[in-house]
C-alpha cells in the first residue's frame, strides 16, 4: 500500500475491544453515569503480535452521574495505532436517564428505578495521521516520500440508547461515527482518502445469580457493522465467584475465540484481562492479541429524603 498514491479505503475503522462490557461506554455514550457516581477505566490493547508496527489501542475514559439529578456526563481520550497510519482524539460524552417507575412513600431512598433507559450523545475531535518513515517503500531511494508526514483533525460524534432492568438485564445500541467526513490527505506527491463510514454496534447481557448474588453466570452477546467490512458477532459467558473472581469465554464470528479473567476489590477496583485466539491458518504468522483494563467505580453515600410523595434517588 503506497500512502499517497491516488486511492480510497473502506474499512471498519472504530476500534474493537475483547473486553466489551468494561469497555462499553467507549462505544456508547448512553451509558455515561450509568455505572456509578465516578467510574474509570484505562485500557490497552495489542493485536497480532508477532507483526511488525502491530496494530495497539490504547484509551482512558470517565464518566459519572450528578447527585440526585438524571443527567451523565463522561468522557475519554483514545490513541489507536496500525503501522503508519494512526488517530488520536478526545471525547465529551453527556446522557439523559430516564426512570421508568419513580418509588414513591417515606424512607424508601436507598433503591432506584428497577427500569431505566438512557439516551447519550457524545462530541469530539480526532487528529488523523499517515507517517511517511512507516511505510515500506516501492522505490527506497524516495527520500521525498520517505519523509513526508501527514495529519488531518476531523470533528466526530456518536448516539447511542441503553436500557437496564435492574442487574438482570441490559442492552444497548449505538452508532459511533455518524458524521462520516471524509479524511483527505493531498500533496504535490499525490492524494489519499479514507472514508469514514458509520457503524452500528449492539450489546446485549445480564446476569444470573444465586446463593445471595456471591456466584453467578453473566451471558452476553455483541454485534458490529460497518458499511464495506463483514458483520462481526460475538457471544459468550462469565462465571463470577463470590463476586470476587471470574473467568469466561466469547465465541467471536471470524474464527475467533477470546479468553477472559479478572478480579473485582471491594467491588470498586477490577482488573480485567482477555487474550484472542484466531484459528485460521496464518495464526501462527499474526501472533495473538492482548487486552486489559483497570476500572474503579466510586459510589457517593444517598442522602435521605423524609415525606411523602415521589422519591428517586441519582
Known sequence: LSMFAAAVADAQQV???????????????ALAGME????????FRRQFTRLEEA????????????????????GY???????????????????YHFHLWKIRGARYTNRQSDHVISVGLALGAVQYRLRGDKLQLNNPGDPGLAQATATQIFPDA???IYYRYKQNFYIGISSPQILGLNVNFRSALGAAEIRR????????????AWYRGNFSIDPVAAFRWAKGAPPQGDIGLRWVVYRVFWIGANYRSMQQMIFEGGFNAKDNFRI????????????QRIGATHEIALSFTVNKS????????????F
Open 15 to 29: 476500534e474493537e475491544f475483547s473486553l466489551v462490557r468494561e469497555n462499553a461506554f467507549l462505544l456508547n455514550p
Open 36 to 43: 456509578g457516581w465516578i467510574h474509570g477505566v484505562g485500557a
Open 55 to 74: 496494530p495497539y489501542t490504547a484509551a482512558f475514559a470517565m464518566d459519572g452521574r450528578i447527585t440526585n439529578k438524571r443527567l451523565g456526563l463522561g
Open 77 to 95: 481520550l483514545l490513541h489507536d495505532q496500525t503501522g503508519p497510519t494512526g488517530k488520536s482524539g478526545v471525547t465529551f460524552a453527556c446522557a
Open 158 to 160: 456518536s448516539a447511542g
Open 197 to 208: 463510514v458509520q457503524h452500528l454496534n449492539v450489546l446485549v447481557g445480564g446476569k444470573i
Open 272 to 283: 480485567s484481562y482477555a487474550y484472542d485466539f484466531n484459528f485460521s491458518p496464518y495464526r
Open 302 to 313: 444517598s442522602r435521605i429524603y423524609r415525606g411523602v410523595g415521589p422519591v428517586l434517588r
